[in-house]
């Protein structure tokens, strides 16, 4: 039995830090396995400008604990209105690493999204040119398009026509809960990869919805049927250079979750790697561990990998039921339970 594992420093490739006294509470956990992390931009208001984003970067890295190395990689918030001119100056300037579209209303933060997606074209086609990566929200947000197939709408309904108009942009199809975006990234050439979530490969949507209703398990695109929950886990166990860590770690206090419209949002920053692990092992494919955390995000980006390395040691580790940000309760995912392995040092 393996009991020991040394990999690469892995990076974060989607997660949600806030702003102000939150942020300062949630970076450091991030930090502490994380070498990078993509910072998705959907604040109050959204980091829309290069301007903002360099302001945002600077929050951050003033939340970092003393002597750890950590560094945020910034995303440009779409909307309808985006400067092309700005958002390439600002990846020539190092401070936008992608750019985010939010479909207008599909999650949090999102009203300001694009609310037709043809309308950024000419952004696509800019950052097709300029080598900038889209990270796309794949839902769909109509009324009459039940929750549980938003995802697979807006691959036929808009990414297939993303990648058709502009076959050199790089698309990463963010959060991925359905085995048809994994057949779908899978279509697609070397230029559309996907992240996958700990949470969508550990549930499925009855952990939602059975034995009552399970605000924690509750985040967007909802957790979908067990088929697609197996279709994540081969995916990202596969070694296939498409799929790579992505936790969507997005910190909403106990108080707005356990209410009567209760937010979406797992944060599960504090224990991700150790909950991403317990995958691996359940598959048989601790070997293809570091691939997935460690080294195709970074591939995908065209960015170097770590020169640095974590070990990972099997002793048990109990996740509090509650952790406290800020004076308040937050529930972090896996309240309560023991996983198998932990950061060692
Ligand atoms: O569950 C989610 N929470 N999904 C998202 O897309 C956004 C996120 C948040 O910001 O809370
Ligand atoms: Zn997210």
């Not at 995908?300 to 099997?314: D, P, Q, W």
Request: charged residues 20%; glycine residues 6%.
């Amino acid at each position: 039995m393996t009991n020991t594992l040394t990999i690469r420093r892995p990076d974060d490739w989607h997660l949600h830090f806030r702003d102000g006294d939150i942020m300062r509470g949630v970076v450091p956990y991030t930090a502490r396995q994380f070498g990078r992390a993509i910072v998705m931009p959907n604040l109050s208001p959204p980091v829309t400008t290069t301007a903002l984003a360099r302001e945002y970067r600077d929050r951050i890295i003033a939340a970092v604990p003393d002597g750890v190395e950590f560094t945020p990689l910034m995303t440009c918030y779409l909307t309808d209105t985006t400067d092309p001119d700005d958002l390439a100056m600002g990846a020539s300037d190092g401070v936008f690493t992608a750019a985010k579209l939010y479909p207008a209303n599909a999650t949090t933060n999102s009203a300001h999204g694009v609310s037709d997606v043809e309308k950024i074209y000419p952004v696509l086609k800019r950052m097709e040119a300029d080598g900038i990566v889209l990270c796309v929200h794949g839902e769909v947000t109509d009324n009459d398009i039940d929750v549980f197939d938003r995802e697979a709408e807006f691959i036929d309904r808009h990414m297939r026509a993303i990648i058709a108009n502009f076959p050199n942009l790089k698309v990463v199809f963010e959060h991925i809960t359905t085995s048809d975006a994994v057949d779908f990234v899978n279509e697609c050439g070397s230029n559309v990869a996907a992240t996958i979530t700990p949470q969508h490969l550990h549930i499925n949507r009855n952990a939602m919805l059975v034995g009552g209703i399970q605000p924690h398990n509750y985040c967007l695109p909802v957790a979908k049927r067990e088929t697609h929950r197996l279709a994540l886990r081969a995916a990202a166990t596969s070694g296939s250079a498409k799929f790579f860590l992505g936790t969507d770690s997005a910190p909403h206090l106990r108080s707005v979750k356990e209410t009567s419209c209760g937010c979406a949002g797992i944060f599960n920053a504090p224990f991700a790697i150790e909950s991403y692990l317990a995958v691996f092992e359940e598959e048989g494919a601790l070997d293809k561990f570091e691939a997935f955390a460690s080294l195709n995000g970074p591939a995908f980006y065209g960015l170097a990998v770590s020169e640095e390395s974590i070990t990972l040691e099997r002793v048990a580790v109990h996740v509090p039921d509650m952790l406290d940000l800020t004076g308040e309760d937050i529930v972090p995912w896996h309240a309560g339970q023991t996983l198998n392995w932990r950061i060692a040092g």
